[in-house]
């Protein structure tokens, strides 16, 4: 069994930062991608940005230059430097990973989400 925890999120006025966590836990024998996805009110969930066991990383262009996202492979942990924040960042953000728990069998898990709210 595999579970992802988040945790980070929060309160923060536009223009603050906030750095969100996520780590895997269980039967990993290894985790391939891993990603953020965020999810507003009524709108669709969407991916924020991914990053490759090696490193490669994918942005959405709305959070280019401000979101930085980083892993620990030996933790097994992502992470999600989240700056200049503005009211539109305002969502359930999610975790989400590729992970191997039996060989060669790959399966996609999620977390179960943390809140970030931008308000003034």
């Known amino acids: 069994q595999v579970q992802l925890v988040e945790s980070g999120g929060g309160l923060v006025q536009p223009g603050g930062s906030l750095r969100l966590s996520c780590t895997a836990s269980?039967?990993?024998?290894?985790?391939?991608?891993m990603a953020w996805y965020r999810q507003a009110s009524g709108k669709q969930r969407e991916s924020v940005a991914t990053?490759?066991?090696?490193?490669?990383?994918i942005y959405a262009d709305s959070v280019k230059g401000r979101f930085t996202i980083s892993r620990d492979n030996a933790k097994n942990t992502i992470y999600l430097q989240m700056n200049s924040l503005n009211l539109e960042d305002t969502a359930v953000y999610y975790c989400?990973?590729?992970?191997?728990?039996?060989?060669?069998?790959?399966?996609?898990?999620w977390g179960q989400g943390t809140q970030v709210t931008v308000s003034s």
């Open positions: 269980g039967n990993i024998f290894i985790i391939y991608g």
């Open positions: 990053i490759t066991r090696g490193g490669s990383t």
């Open positions: 989400y990973a590729d992970i191997v728990s039996q060989f060669p069998s790959t399966r996609g898990y």
